[in-house]
């Protein structure tokens, strides 16, 4: 009867470990599959002649863009199914021009640590 008891404490505890092997495996899994298809979406999203400069929200559903298209800077409209261009800007009626680092975006191994310092180094505290 002891032998017994004792053989059923050791089951459910191996069952404990193992379920905690599967899900610790499922994390890891997961973690791996997020991370390579992030870098592979930013991968497809880097163009050198089309990018997004600024993004204001009008709406729920309904934005206007400023994109720079090769040396050309345009203002759209971006709604659910339609896209409009607004007007055509020159570089100098730009406010705020965005520099070349910001231009490269985000490096794929770039930590979080350094993305908060560029940002600490942008607002400064009070």
């Not at 899994?29 to 050198?48: A, L």
């Not at 896209?83 to 965005?98: C, F, G, R, S």
């Not at 070349?100 to 770039?110: D, S």
């Amino acid at each position: 009867m002891i032998l017994l008891g004792i053989f059923s404490e050791w089951e459910s505890f191996f069952q404990l470990i193992s379920i905690l092997l599967i899900f610790l495996f499922v994390l890891v899994i997961t973690y791996v599959t997020t991370r390579w298809i992030g870098q592979y979406q930013q991968g497809m999203m880097q163009n050198k002649n089309i990018q997004v400069v600024e993004t204001f929200r009008v709406n729920n559903n309904k934005f206007i863009q400023i994109i720079q298209v090769g040396k050309k800077y345009l203002v759209i409209s971006v709604c659910k199914d339609v896209i409009n261009i607004l007007a055509e800007l020159t570089e100098e009626e730009l406010v705020w021009k965005p520099s070349q680092e910001e231009n490269r975006g985000i490096k794929a191994n770039e930590s979080f640590q350094e993305v908060l310092g560029r940002l600490k180094d942008k607002f400064p505290g009070k």
